[in-house]
């Protein structure tokens, strides 16, 4: 087993008197795709949150490779490592496709948002971003606005632009929410591309069990806050307690 590149140690987080997560202890490996499920309100998001900083935890800690980074903000994380990927939020809808990927790129390689450079590097910012876009299957519609994609190519967009941040850790939050069965396969078989880096840890909240089945190495379930059951999928998909609480309430999983 390789050692964690992620680990949370009891993350508690209370809303007043409510316990939205409460003391999960999860280690995430290089080379594994966890998805994390459960019902409605289990916490998935929230714990999202709380690995990526937009939620600060009551108590307990995130580790991402022996640094404590439980009270750095987003950006920070971000420079450890940490990638998530946003609906919309990360790009600029006036600018290309490719700008877009350009300027992550850009950020990526510490230049930040430096207008004046030379053209050589100008060039080096282009042909990376190149690479992101035919990974990703843009190339096609580099030239267009962000703003003007169909849903599909957009929520594609968002998986080239945190490639192209190089993280370690990939989190995505139902990726193919409201794509059509026919986009929906590219960003699977992405998401899968970046899995077989060993290299990678994937973290993902799905609710969708073909999605589920499709890639999951091992499944986390969280329900009321708690983890319930962490192990490889067939393990954790049979498990009586796994059944009654989540597949027995949610009828739409199975
Ligand atoms: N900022 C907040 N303030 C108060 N309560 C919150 C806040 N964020 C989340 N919660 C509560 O925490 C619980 C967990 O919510 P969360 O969104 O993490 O669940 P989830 O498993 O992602 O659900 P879903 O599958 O519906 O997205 C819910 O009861 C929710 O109402």
């Given at each position: 087993m390789t050692t964690p590149s992620l680990v949370t140690q009891d993350l508690t987080i209370r809303f007043g008197g409510h316990v939205a997560v409460n003391a999960v202890s999860c280690a995430f490996h290089p080379g594994e795709l966890t998805v994390i499920v459960g019902p409605n309100g289990a916490g998935k998001t929230t714990f999202f949150n709380l690995v990526s900083g937009q939620l600060t935890a009551t108590s307990g800690r995130v580790v991402k490779d022996g640094t404590d980074i439980t009270g750095m903000a987003p950006s920070a994380r971000a420079r450890q490592g940490i990638g998530r990927a946003f609906q919309l939020t990360n790009l600029f809808p006036q600018l290309t496709v490719l700008e877009n990927i350009r300027l992550a790129v850009q950020a990526r390689s510490g230049d930040g948002w430096r207008m004046l450079r030379q053209v050589t590097a100008q060039r080096g910012l282009t042909a990376q971003a190149?690479?992101?876009l035919e990974a990703t299957r843009l190339t096609a519609v580099a030239r267009q606005p962000a703003a003007a994609l169909p849903h599909g190519d957009q929520r594609k967009l968002e998986v080239a632009l945190l490639m192209a941040m190089e993280p370690d850790i990939y989190?995505?939050?139902?990726?193919?929410?409201?794509?059509?069965?026919?986009?929906?396969p590219d960003v699977l078989e992405l998401i899968a591309g970046i899995k077989a880096d060993p290299t990678k840890t994937v973290l993902l909240v799905e609710h969708k069990m073909d999605v589920v089945r499709a890639l999951a190495d091992r499944i986390v379930v969280l329900h009321n806050?708690?983890?319930?059951?962490?192990?490889?999928?067939a393990e954790v998909m049979s498990s009586q307690i796994v059944r009654d609480v989540y597949l027995g309430t949610s009828g739409g999983a199975a």
């Amino acid at each position: 087993m390789t050692t964690p590149s992620l680990v949370t140690q009891d993350l508690t987080i209370r809303f007043g008197g409510h316990v939205a997560v409460n003391a999960v202890s999860c280690a995430f490996h290089p080379g594994e795709l966890t998805v994390i499920v459960g019902p409605n309100g289990a916490g998935k998001t929230t714990f999202f949150n709380l690995v990526s900083g937009q939620l600060t935890a009551t108590s307990g800690r995130v580790v991402k490779d022996g640094t404590d980074i439980t009270g750095m903000a987003p950006s920070a994380r971000a420079r450890q490592g940490i990638g998530r990927a946003f609906q919309l939020t990360n790009l600029f809808p006036q600018l290309t496709v490719l700008e877009n990927i350009r300027l992550a790129v850009q950020a990526r390689s510490g230049d930040g948002w430096r207008m004046l450079r030379q053209v050589t590097a100008q060039r080096g910012l282009t042909a990376q971003a190149e690479t992101y876009l035919e990974a990703t299957r843009l190339t096609a519609v580099a030239r267009q606005p962000a703003a003007a994609l169909p849903h599909g190519d957009q929520r594609k967009l968002e998986v080239a632009l945190l490639m192209a941040m190089e993280p370690d850790i990939y989190m995505f939050d139902e990726p193919t929410a409201g794509m059509s069965l026919d986009h929906a396969p590219d960003v699977l078989e992405l998401i899968a591309g970046i899995k077989a880096d060993p290299t990678k840890t994937v973290l993902l909240v799905e609710h969708k069990m073909d999605v589920v089945r499709a890639l999951a190495d091992r499944i986390v379930v969280l329900h009321n806050g708690e983890l319930l059951a962490d192990g490889p999928p067939a393990e954790v998909m049979s498990s009586q307690i796994v059944r009654d609480v989540y597949l027995g309430t949610s009828g739409g999983a199975a």
